[in-house]
C-alpha cells in the first residue's frame, strides 16, 4: 500500500539539539594541556561554524566530509588565541566537542506520527551528508523513514528541489499530503510553501510565525496538528 500522507522535518533545532559546545571543547583542550577560558572557545567556534554553514554542502561523500572537517580545524586553530595553536590533534578535539542529542519530546511524537502506518517520515536537512550517522548515533535513525541531506541532494532549503526528493523518498507522496516542521522562516516555511507543502513552524525560541501559519513550541502537538490538516 501506497503511503497516504508525509511528515517531513528539520533536523538541528527541531529533532536535535547542539549541546553547548564552548566548554567541551575547553574540557577537549585541556585534557590535552592547553587552557582557554570560555569567550576564547566561543570565539573560535564561532569562526568555526560560519565556516562550516557556509562549506558544508561540499561534503557529499567520506571523502570530501573528511576535507571539510580538515579546513574547519584549520579555521579553528586560526580562530584559538596564539598559544593554544598547532595543536596536533586539535580536530578530534573540535569533533569530540560536537556532541547532538534529541530533544525530549522527539521520540514520543515520531511514534505518534507514525502510528497506523499511513505516514512516512523524511529527515530534510542543510547538513553535509554525515546526517545519516548523527541520526543513528542519537537513536533516531529507526524512527524515522528515509533522510536526505543538501550535500546529498545537491541544492539545500529552500530550494524545492531537496523537498522533492523526500517526497520521492517517502514513496511519492503528493506535495499537497505533507508538511515540513522546521524552525527557520525563511529555508523550511518559505521553502515548504515554495514546494507545495504545508508548513509548521517549530518556535523553540519564540520566533513569529508569518500569517497563515502553524506555530509550535516543540514537536509535542505535532501529531495531532498533522492529523488534522493532511488529508
Avoid at 561534503?59 to 584559538?80: I, K, N, P
Avoid at 528541489?161 to 529555508?187: K, M, N, Q, W
Amino acid at each position: 500500500m501506497l503511503p497516504r500522507r508525509a511528515v517531513l522535518l528539520d533536523a538541528l533545532g527541531v529533532l536535535l539539539e547542539l549541546e553547548p559546545p564552548a566548554p567541551l571543547l575547553r574540557a577537549e583542550l585541556a585534557a590535552r594541556g592547553v587552557v582557554i577560558t570560555e569567550e576564547e572557545a566561543h570565539t573560535a567556534l564561532r569562526a568555526e561554524i560560519a565556516y562550516y554553514r557556509a562549506h558544508h554542502d561540499e561534503a557529499s561523500d567520506v571523502e570530501r566530509l573528511e576535507e571539510l572537517r580538515d579546513r574547519c580545524a584549520a579555521v579553528l586553530d586560526a580562530a584559538l588565541p596564539p598559544h593554544a595553536r598547532g595543536l596536533a590533534d586539535l580536530r578530534a578535539a573540535l569533533l569530540a566537542s560536537l556532541r547532538f542529542r534529541p530533544y525530549p519530546e522527539v521520540p514520543a511524537a515520531l511514534a505518534a506520527l507514525r502510528d497506523g502506518g499511513g505516514t512516512r517520515l523524511v529527515v530534510v536537512s542543510n547538513w553535509d551528508v554525515s546526517l545519516h550517522g548523527v541520526l543513528a548515533d542519537t537513536g533516531l535513525a529507526p524512527l524515522v523513514d528515509a533522510a536526505i541531506s543538501s550535500a546529498e541532494c545537491g541544492a539545500g532549503k529552500p530550494a524545492p528541489a531537496i523537498f522533492a526528493r523526500a517526497l520521492e523518498l517517502a514513496g511519492g507522496v503528493a506535495p499537497g499530503a505533507a508538511l515540513h516542521a522546521g524552525d527557520t522562516v525563511a529555508a523550511d516555511v518559505e521553502g515548504a510553501r515554495a514546494a507545495g507543502i504545508l508548513p509548521v513552524l517549530v518556535a523553540r525560541d519564540g520566533t513569529a510565525a508569518p500569517p497563515g501559519v502553524a506555530v509550535l513550541e516543540d514537536l509535542r502537538g505535532l501529531p495531532a496538528l498533522a492529523a488534522a490538516y493532511l488529508p
